[in-house]
């Protein structure tokens, strides 16, 4: 072999070397802990007071003094503004003048009463006289009383003039200035100006429009957390006050105003501050999690399998035996109940593809009996009773499968299915390292965040999962992988092409890989 056929050689082996996928680990081994775990649901809204006061005042006439401007926290009673009181303060001297003569024509009419009376009882004057000296008393009284409420009404209106704050709380708007000329509501039929607006900022609240998939799982006392752009690395945290009944539809999506409120002490958050609200749903602190990735259903653990190198019908059997084991164990606490009376063997359902599976614990024999007639007649074609489906959506369920009577176990390959709030608990299968081999092992789930989701039982500290791809992602590396060796025959691209090369160059043809 001379140095060109040796070189071929060696180009050759060196470029089917490199076009050998090298291997590369089919799995990550993530170790079994403990985390905090929260649900929210998002929503977004508006900072609001709880509480908005329209501040008028009931004189009219010219602001003579500004005591407050936009912002300013003010305390109830408070000065505000002060009105020109000229007007209000000439009344107010005018009726009590008018009370001092009122109160002097009542003392002429008691004293003119009391001659009379001593008159009539000597029979000097007649009852008419008499009578009239009464009626001349009683009108006395009477304007005394009206002089009386006419200076209370005097001195009321002219402590009107100075506008008080009626609560405590943030001026928010500020709508007169020095020497505007402002009139009363109560003579004014257009109900008067308005001075301020303010309201009490030490508690606000947002209504936050929540869509109608999440709205179920809301309700009031639910802890929230509130982000703003003003202050981005601080949240906020508040409580749900209640759900509105009436309906949103924008854009043909239905949404639902949810009011939450939030302590505001030191007005940090200002009315109309666009917010994120984050309604914590569901939460589980320091509980077993894992990976929502770790998952596998039914119908994805034979290719998952596949990947680590198990054969899926020893699987299928490990896991059928686990979960038979299972409803024994829990027959016989139970006494029986849940696998049939007596320690018989567990209950077992046959789906549409063919498959004879045991049924979870706590679910009876009438029950496999509706489900089993339910795809029955679904195959026929038929349509099954709401006693049947009911028994059906029951059973799968229990098995995990988030379906209604139909014969599939849920969706294929890692967290992909999972319902972002439901708390309750869920089987699962994972697979985990045993004496240094991959096993799989059956658990139930509870809480999931999509990213982590509760282990309820099944799993503790000390194991290891293993997260794999996801079974679409690894049939369509599969098929891509195929599609390759038939386009380049086994090798890299452009290899196929090398008899034809070889052919103006004899001596490279003995060479051989």
């Known amino acids: 072999m001379n140095t060109y056929s040796r070189a071929a050689v060696t180009v050759l082996a060196g470029v089917i070397a490199c076009g050998k996928p090298q291997a590369a680990p089919t799995y990550e081994a993530v170790p079994v802990s403990r985390r905090t775990l929260v649900v929210s649901a998002s929503a977004s809204g508006a900072i609001e007071p709880v509480l908005t006061v329209d501040v008028k005042s009931k004189a009219s006439g010219e602001i003579i003094e500004m005591n407050v401007q936009t912002g300013d926290d003010v305390k109830a009673g408070q000065l505000l503004a002060s009105i020109d009181p000229r007007i209000p303060r000439n009344n107010l001297a005018q009726a009590q003048a008018n009370l001092q003569v009122a109160q002097a024509q009542l003392a ?51 402590n009107d003039t100075k506008l008080r ?9 500020k709508n007169v200035e020095l020497g505007t000329v ?21 508690t606000v609240q947002i209504r936050a429009l929540v869509d109608e998939t999440d709205i179920g799982k809301v309700q009031a006392g639910l802890l929230t957390t509130i982000t703003v752009d003003a202050y981005p690395n601080r ?5 749900v006050l209640k759900v509105e009944p009436q309906a949103t539809v924008q854009q043909n999506v239905t949404m639902f105003n949810v009011l939450v409120r939030i302590p505001n002490p030191n007005h940090l958050l200002k009315p109309g501050m666009n917010t994120e609200v984050e309604i914590h749903v569901g939460r589980r602190d320091n509980v077993v999690a894992i990976p929502n990735a770790a998952l596998r259903t039914q119908r994805d653990v034979a290719s998952a399998a596949q990947v680590l190198g198990l054969d899926p019908n020893d699987v299928q059997q490990q896991l059928a035996a686990a979960r038979q084991q299972t409803a024994t164990r829990d027959s016989a606490s139970l006494g029986g109940g849940a696998g049939g009376a007596g320690g018989s063997a567990p209950l077992t359902i046959t789906l549409p593809d063919g498959r004879t599976v045991p049924v979870p614990p706590g679910i009876s024999a009438a ?4 489900a089993q007639s339910a795809m029955q007649k679904r195959q026929a074609g038929g349509t099954p009773t709401d006693e049947e489906r009911a028994a059906a959506r029951a059973i799968f369920s229990a098995m995990g499968s988030g379906g209604a009577g139909g014969g599939g ?17 869920s089987s699962y299968i994972v ?8 096993a799989p092992l059956q658990i139930r789930t509870g809480l999931t965040d999509l990213d982590y989701i509760e282990v309820v039982s099944g799993l503790t500290e000390q194991d290891t999962v293993l997260v794999l791809p996801s ?3 690894l049939n369509a590396q599969r098929d891509m992988q195929q599609r390759m060796r038939n386009v380049t025959g086994g090798g890299l691209p452009g290899l196929q092409q090398q008899p034809t090369t070889t052919q103006q160059r004899p001596q490279a043809t003995p060479a051989r890989p």
């Open 182 to 202: 402002i009139s009363s509501p109560t003579t004014d039929v257009g109900g008067g100006t308005v001075l301020f607006r303010m309201a009490n900022l030490d």
């Open 431 to 438: 697979f985990v390292m045993k004496q240094g081999k991959p």
């Open 235 to 239: 949240p906020f945290e508040g409580t």
């Open 471 to 473: 079974a679409s992602l």
């Open 409 to 425: 176990f849920g969706g294929a390959g890692g967290a992909g299915g999972f319902r972002r709030t439901n708390a309750e608990p």
């Open 165 to 173: 704050a009626p609560l405590a709380g943030t001026i928010i708007t």
């Open 367 to 370: 029950q496999v009996r509706l």
């Open 108 to 158: 002429n009419a008691k004293a003119q009463l009391a001659r009379s009376d001593t008159l009539f009882k000597a029979q000097a004057i007649t009852q008419t006289e008499y009578d009239q000296a009464k009626l001349d008393y009683a009108n006395a009284n009477a304007s005394v009383i009206r002089a009386q409420s006419d200076l209370e009404n005097a001195r009321d209106r002219m």
